[in-house]
């Protein structure tokens, strides 16, 4: 009788946890149908307009956070990059990699991954003048829940302001540059050789196309226009054979602006050699880039055309933003960026 009763207890016990468990699944079963009724009720009576205002904004708020944190949108909007990539190629950036911004322009997460040479990446213009967190928030979500195809950040002439560039790392820290007829040569940190740096992409296996414009016949008449301007800024009469280069350019349609600047300032220089500003400014000529530690060198691929780390100089590691992943149009050049 005693083994009975137990049996009995213990059976009672379970049938009362079983009529506790379903009781508890019913009681939530029958609240969760009564609140999707309520919603349900709800959205009958909701405006139409004001439905339509909520889903825009739920979906711009995860387009921002996409935007911000994972993937950015970017069109191409010059043939600063080609051969690698076109103008109006449609990209995916990757903003993870490198730490995305904790908001447009405010802040940095940290990263374990530092932009490698020969990275694509993309960074904010040094020369860019921020309208303020707000409209960048806004222009961000614009351009990105219409993947690039709508930019509200225009200049006067309605042309996309260059808010980000998109270049390849190309200096490291300690690393110095020169320039010679549109070739460069690298002194590596910690070496005292100057590497060619076409040899040096050709030992590493690098295998995207350095574009050039200009060809090399062209640089003698690239330093008889420097020359000519030199001597138009000191309000000297400009030799006919020197005036009769400059006419031969007219055919460059992109020509080494830095060949033809080192040529003006190098006989400003020599005209004026107490003139500090000329000295400086054709030192970078001379002596080349250097890249301090910290700072990347950007440059085009298109070296004929590009507005690069050559003329603003390195840039800070963290105002890189990202690296270049995938070109999403035109469908024809869909794949991965290298």
Known sequence: MRILRVNFNQMTRKQDFFDSLQASAEKYLTRRK???????????????????????????????????????????????????????????????????????????????????RNDIIIFENPSYISRGTAFDVAQRVIYMLTLSFVDIDRDESGDPKPHFL??????????????????????????????????????????????????????????SAGKAAALRDMQLPVPAALVNDENQLNVLQYPDSIAFDKSRLELLCAAYPDNDRYR??????????????????????????????????????DKILGKGSIIYWPAARMGIIR
């Not at 919603?39 to 307009?49: A, Q, W």
């Not at 911000?68 to 010059?78: G, H």
């Not at 740096?197 to 008449?221: A, C, H, Q, V, W």
């Open 34 to 116: 009564k609140i999707k009724r309520i919603k349900k009720e709800k959205s009958k009576n909701k405006n139409i307009i004001l439905d339509w205002i909520e889903a825009f904004l739920w979906a711009a708020g995860v387009v921002l956070l996409i935007n911000q944190y994972l993937f950015q949108a970017y069109q191409i909007p010059s043939g600063s990059m080609i051969d690698t990539l076109l103008i109006g190629d449609r990209i995916f950036v990757n903003k993870i990699i490198f730490g995305p911004e904790l908001l447009p322009g405010l802040g940095k997460l940290p990263s374990p991954v530092k932009p490698k």
């Open 166 to 223: 998109i270049k390849r790392a190309i200096g490291m820290g300690g690393d110095l540059f020169v320039a010679d007829n549109g070739n460069m040569e690298i002194r590596f940190a910690g070496e005292n050789k100057w590497t060619d740096e076409r040899e040096y992409r050709s030992m590493n296996g690098f295998t995207n196309k350095i574009s050039r414009l200009i060809d090399p016949r062209f640089y003698p008449l690239l330093e």
């Open 280 to 317: 400086s400014r054709l030192a970078r000529h001379t002596m080349g880039w250097y890249v301090p530690e910290g700072r990347i060198l950007p440059l085009g691929d298109n070296r004929d055309n590009s507005r690069d780390g050559r003329y603003f100089g390195p840039v800070r590691s």
